[in-house]
């Protein structure tokens, strides 16, 4: 980086732009905090969706659980309820990787579902096969809003987020976690690096540690509103 005083860089905020802002801050050493970014390839080269990952290097710390995550947490919520899932995925770049984190997690399936998980935008082809599925309750990815999914369904969107991230909740976060290694007395970007991985905490992939995931309930224009963890 030009600035040789910046000890670390909050944002940017869409998985790709992270991707590609770590070109320029990872050989550099600086701490890049990504605050809502989700694509898996942002901190992983080993999971589905990761063909072409961010080379960061070991320089990013994720504020926000990713994709695989939530995956992984929506599976285990199946099964706790002792529900089995009809996966409906688009047959685009966003669905499939969705549906590869989906079988990675276990998800239980069966015909007689008692619920649709969607995976994928609305112009993804193969998204128009939710709407057939009405009138089971939908749980769906983020990125699905604005598809009809046909009436009378209950529809909830699993999210990484707890509260609505628009109001920079996460990018204030990050600051403070930079402040307090600062506060701690740590004087190099490897240092904040290190401090700020353990107050996070975050793995050693970057990730944070027990991140909080939720259900959020979806109405008929798609507005969302906090219903419960997972």
């Excluded at 944002?11 to 550099?28: I, W």
């Excluded at 701490?31 to 999971?47: C, M, R, S, Y």
Aim: charged letters at 25%; one cysteine or more.
């Amino acid at each position: 980086m030009g600035d040789d005083d910046a000890v670390a860089f909050i944002g940017p905020f869409r998985s790709r732009a992270v991707a590609e802002t770590v070109e320029v801050t990872a050989p550099a050493g600086l701490p890049l905090f990504a605050p809502v970014a989700t694509w898996a390839g942002v901190t992983h080269d080993d999971e589905p969706g990761c063909d072409d990952p961010a080379d960061h290097r070991g320089t990013v710390l994720r504020m926000v659980a990713r994709d695989t995550e939530v995956a992984f947490r929506l599976a285990a919520h199946l099964r706790r309820r002792g529900e089995h899932a009809l996966l409906v995925a688009g047959r685009g770049e966003y669905g499939a990787q969705i549906a590869g984190q989906l079988r990675l997690a276990e998800l239980p399936q069966a015909d007689n579902a008692d619920v649709v998980v969607a995976a994928g935008v609305p112009d993804e082809p193969g998204m128009e096969r939710v709407k057939e599925t009405a009138p089971l309750p939908l749980i769906a990815f983020d990125g699905i809003q604005g598809l009809d999914v046909g009436e009378g369904r209950d529809v909830w969107v699993a999210l990484p987020f707890p509260q609505d991230p628009t109001h920079g909740i996460e990018a204030a976060r990050a600051a403070q976690l930079v402040l307090d290694a600062l506060a701690g007395g740590a004087t190099t970007r490897a240092e904040l690096l290190a401090a700020c991985r353990v107050s996070g905490p975050f793995d050693e992939h970057g990730d944070p540690v027990d991140p909080p995931v939720s259900l959020w309930r979806a109405d008929a224009d798609w507005r969302l509103t906090p219903d419960r963890p997972i």
